[in-house]
């Protein structure tokens, strides 16, 4: 009794803490509850009046199978990769070189090329959008992989972010390559690119999320269902279903945010700091 | 060896300015078509009258920044974002620094909260904004029937004025609380340990005081930063109230992109869009101009 009571002490404040961080995560983590267990249950236990936590039978398969068929979801997800891969690797492509240069090499302009991307880096995208939409409109792709990839090919915050870890490799290892004759082509693709992976993998994890979750753009360039991304797909089911069918709806949901809450619980660290280095925005 | 080295290097020199703008060419001509280029388009489409498909225009000066000023749904919008900035502002910083200081004191399970409290910020607001739709159901919705059952009354949330814009607050804080909490975190980490160990011996009390003299002091600058960049979040909310409210019950959830859009992209009217643009920009320009003025030198990045 004399040794358990300055145990207690100690541990009161802690288990205090553990009960209401408990209550707190409830609360946030509700939503994706509630859409796992909706997705779970047939209409009749979701138009109830009472609350029903746990379905009473189980609806799941119908429920999965109604929300891929009756919408082209798999499409949609298959058009979300498709964008977020291109968009990604062309952005790395205009962004390494470009940051390389600023970073390690000196020529004229390179004082006033940094300025441009501190301005742009102020700019949101929705800012642009209207003449976005011209240029599309009048290049006549509007409605097409092109419209949704290419407005998002340079990005300046990759560019930023990629100097200021670029600056961080020794010039030496950059002038030992020059000696071995390396040009700057094979500098970037055999020292700078290898040097950097945590970088790239940050900005990688950033760009990905921003652009699979992305709404505003897809919703204004599309109308063509055929490249509907992920988010424009699931609410247009919501639109479609009206309200008749949140088995199904929720099914939709749980499918699209599950990819990448999977990779998320996978490499949580490295998704944590991808999107917190978007704080340096 | 040495004066090889040099003559190569001198070479070298000549050529790093050809690779150094050719490197950054692609990148800077793409500054110029979607950025710097748009930009520019935007604030001259703002002094004409134009509308998409339509052949011919003309310079109306300032018009389109007058209808603005004298158009009540532009004040509306205005006043409305304003309200949504200030208040999730407010309650996500709160939310988040209640959560980093709660988490950084565990002894164990660290990891397990703030993976937690971090799944809203990477999940599809979008696919979650329908979920939140069915939560907010009047009658089949989890929140009326705990509502009902707690003896409370239920609601028509987004289908009512006083409450539509508040429930938007709410999902807004839901949203980015997890991601303030994190570079909340981060901030409190960086706290050097001897400063608590140092008021243990000059007899300062835990909890309170010590957080007052030590701890908020130290968080200025991470502060600083997480308001400014919860700001320019929040002045973009356009997903939630697109989706559940379209600005509606009679523009009590009306907020600024969500203007743009209808009058850009439904309406076609492209000179006031692109003045409202201006003003967008301005607004987040100017935060972001703030914050360099107070932060460049004092929040370290890495």
Not at chain 1, 85 to 112: C, D, H, M, N, T
Not at chain 2, 140 to 146: A, P, R, W, Y
Not at chain 2, 263 to 290: D, K, N, Q, S
């Amino acid at each position: 009794m004399g040794r358990l009571q300055p145990t207690l002490k100690r541990w009161y404040p802690e288990l205090l803490r553990h009960a209401f961080l408990i209550m707190l995560a409830a609360v946030m983590v509700m939503p994706f509850i509630w859409m796992v267990l909706t997705s779970f249950k047939p209409a009749n236990e979701i138009f109830s009046n009472e609350i029903n936590w746990l379905p009473g039978h189980w609806a799941l398969i119908e429920n999965y199978t109604r929300a891929l068929t009756n919408t082209s979801l798999i499409r949609y997800m298959g058009n979300g990769l498709l964008v977020v891969v291109a968009i990604l690797i062309l952005q790395f492509l205009v962004s390494i070189p470009a940051a390389y240069a600023l970073a390690k090499l000196s020529f004229p302009g390179r004082f006033a090329m940094f300025i441009c991307v501190l301005a742009c880096l102020m700019i949101p995208a929705q800012a642009v959008a209207i003449p976005w939409y011209l240029q599309l409109h009048y290049v006549g792709i509007l409605d097409s992989y092109w419209a949704l990839i290419l407005p998002f090919t340079l990005s300046v915050f990759g560019i930023f972010l990629l100097r200021q870890f670029f600056i961080g490799i020794p010039d030496d290892l950059i002038d030992a390559a020059r000696m071995d004759g390396m040009n700057e082509f094979r500098i970037i693709w055999s020292v700078v690119v290898p040097n950097s992976i945590p970088a790239l993998i940050s900005f990688g994890i950033f760009s990905v999320i921003a652009h699979w979750n992305d709404y505003f753009w897809p919703l204004i360039v599309l109308n063509d269902q055929d490249y509907y991304t992920p988010t424009l797909g699931v609410v247009d089911f919501r639109n479609a279903e009206s309200g008749s069918d949140y088995g199904a709806l929720m099914a939709a949901a749980t499918i699209v945010v599950l990819p990448l809450l999977v990779a998320f619980l996978l490499a949580q660290r490295r998704f944590i700091e991808g999107i917190s280095t978007a704080g340096m925005k | 060896m040495n004066f090889h080295r040099r003559i190569s290097i001198a070479r070298y020199r000549y050529g790093e300015q050809l690779w150094g703008i050719g490197l950054s060419a692609p990148a800077f001509i793409l500054m110029i078509l979607l950025m710097l280029g748009p930009i520019a388009l935007t604030m001259l489409l703002s002094l004409t009258d134009w509308q998409l498909g339509m052949g011919n225009f003309s310079w109306i000066g300032l018009k389109n920044y007058e209808s603005a000023v004298n158009d009540p749904i532009f004040w509306k919008s205005l006043f409305n974002t304003s309200v949504y900035v200030a208040v999730v502002m407010t309650g996500s910083i709160g939310l988040g620094l209640l959560l980093a200081l709660m988490i950084n004191q565990l002894s164990f399970g660290k990891g397990f909260y703030r993976t937690l409290f971090f799944l809203p910020v990477m999940a599809s607001l979008v696919a979650m904004t329908i979920v939140w739709e069915f939560l907010l159901h009047p009658e089949f919705g989890l929140i009326n029937q705990l509502l009902t059952a707690l003896g409370g009354t239920p609601n028509n949330w987004l289908r009512d004025e006083d409450w539509a814009l508040a429930a938007l607050c709410v999902i807004g804080i839901w949203h980015q609380a997890g991601f303030n909490m994190v570079l909340f975190i981060a901030g409190l980490t960086a706290i050097p340990k001897f400063l608590y160990e140092a008021a243990d011996i000059d007899g300062v009390p835990p909890g309170f005081s010590r957080f007052r003299h030590i701890t908020w002091p130290l968080l200025g600058p991470v502060t600083l930063f997480i308001v400014v960049m919860t700001a320019i979040k929040a002045f973009q909310v356009f997903d939630t109230v697109q989706i559940l409210t379209q600005g509606g019950p009679s523009y009590s959830s009306e907020v600024l992109l969500l203007t743009i859009y209808k009058e850009g992209f439904e309406y076609f009217r492209t000179g006031y869009a692109a003045a409202l643009t201006v003003v967008f920009l301005t607004l987040v320009i100017l935060v972001t101009v703030v914050k360099s003025l107070f932060l460049e030198k004092k929040v370290k990045y890495t």
